[in-house]
């Protein structure tokens, strides 16, 4: 990979990284808000509505990558696809509005459905958002907007909560507000490049974008089972007050992820339109760094879990820090996950191959979990996605140097070359480059 396109890449992703974490401070105070004002239970109820959002989104945006596909390796217009989406998107609402509906005849109303169906067109919009605008190269526009949706799910916890004292309920609608607002500023962004000629009819676009999507879609399924199983087998084994409390480890934990996520996304368009060979070398360089960030700062996560814990959200919250240490190791073999599929979604174009490693997880995640939950709670869930996590990272490096051609050591040893791309993009983080809107 030429100088230039490192160190370009390095700005990216260093101010898509500060963006993540501006997104990562407002979301942990928006549950810290959440959890001081009402509780672990409160928190609880608070995070099942979010549970929601994250089974909902792990099929739709993972369908999304196929806009992406179309957008850089297949060089499409967006304009194109505009129409093709709007039938997808009511084709996905009313799916989601069945299911909602089943759920509710079958458990009676709850707030956490009820809310979510709500929310569910825009939910959609907005799982959305990330792979239109990655394909267009909108990584600015994708960051700003990421934070103030960030900012305003926090302002309306903290009005919600502390205003007008409206309770849990009042905090689950501020967050359906939220949703609302950011999708509709995500519709107003692309207004712009909405407009253009459609050279294909609507229904072979929609055919074109299922065909990958579905195959995508199926991974977004197991891959919230992997992310989430432990949650809901948390909650459904302990209780909303033990979701809560496991939520705050799992939310501190994926804040090391926004590094990886950060890397990813900026190398995204790249890895796309590039060749091969130049397009393995991205990844492999931008996994290096990220490793080395997410190395360093994981270790200060796991010397400070307990006291930042017991400050932020109270001794209530306490075990959380024990299952954060547990799940450190594991989020840190994950970070590769996301780098290094970009390489298998868009230069390959082969995103069955994490179908198949999310399925396989998938069966250890809830293996692990059924066995080692009721016996030791929350520790036990924890125990579970880090060995989970750590078979992924196993699994998904062997891939990508099969057919990359690398070594293991080039994909995951940082060298002096990658800390000094860190060093410039740090220095220089807010130079202009192309692929930024």
Not at 259 to 269: C, E, H, L, P
């Amino acid at each position: 990979m030429k100088k230039r396109e490192a160190t370009t890449l390095g700005q990216d992703s260093i101010r898509t990284l500060v963006f993540s974490l501006g997104q990562s401070v407002f979301a942990a105070l928006t549950g810290i808000a959440v959890a001081k004002a009402i509780g672990p239970a409160g928190k609880g109820e608070y995070a099942l509505l979010q549970l929601f959002q994250a089974a909902a989104s792990g099929v739709t945006g993972n369908l999304g990558l196929s806009i992406t596909y179309e957008l850089t390796r297949q060089r499409k217009p967006f304009a194109e696809l505009v129409k093709p989406l709007t039938v997808l998107l009511a084709i996905l609402s009313l799916i989601e509005w069945a299911i909602v509906g089943v759920w509710i005849w079958i458990k009676g109303p709850e707030p956490a459905p009820l809310l979510f169906a709500a929310s569910a067109p825009a939910l959609i919009v907005l799982s959305w958002q990330s792979p239109i605008f990655l394909g267009l190269g909108w990584i600015r526009s994708l960051n700003v907007q990421g934070l103030a949706f960030a900012i305003g799910t926090f302002a309306a916890a903290v009005i919600t909560l502390y205003v007008f004292h409206l309770g849990t309920i009042g905090a689950m609608w501020g967050w359906v507000a939220s949703v609302w607002a950011i999708a509709i500023s995500t519709l107003v962004r692309t207004a712009p490049v909405a407009h253009g000629e459609q050279t294909d009819r609507t229904m072979t676009i929609v055919g074109r974008l299922m065909h990958f999507g579905i195959r995508a879609g199926a991974g977004g399924i197991f891959g919230f089972i992997n992310s989430r199983i432990a949650s809901v087998i948390v909650v459904s084994m302990a209780g909303t007050a033990a979701l809560g409390i496991f939520s705050v480890a799992v939310s501190a934990g994926e804040v090391l992820l926004k590094i990886s996520r950060s890397v990813a996304q900026a190398a995204t368009k790249r890895v796309g339109s590039s060749q091969r060979d130049v397009a393995a070398a991205t990844v492999a360089k931008s996994n290096r760094a990220s490793t080395a960030l997410i190395v360093s700062s994981g270790t200060a996560a796991f010397i400070l879990a307990p006291w930042l814990v017991d400050t932020l959200y109270g001794t209530k919250f306490h075990e959380a820090s024990i299952a954060l240490r547990i799940l450190l190791p594991g989020i840190a073999a994950l970070s590769c996950a996301g780098i290094l599929s970009t390489f298998f979604n868009y230069q390959m174009g082969r995103p069955i191959f994490l179908v198949f490693t999310s399925v396989m997880n998938a069966v250890i995640v809830t293996v692990l979990c059924f066995i080692l939950v009721p016996r030791f709670g929350m520790v036990g869930a924890a125990w579970s996605c880090t060995i989970t996590y750590l078979n992924a990272a196993v699994v998904t490096t062997w891939y990508f140097c099969k057919h990359s051609g690398m070594s293991a050591f080039e994909v995951w040893i940082p060298k002096v070359d990658d800390v000094k791309t860190i060093l410039t993009a740090l220095r220089k983080p807010g130079l202009v480059t192309p692929s930024s809107d």
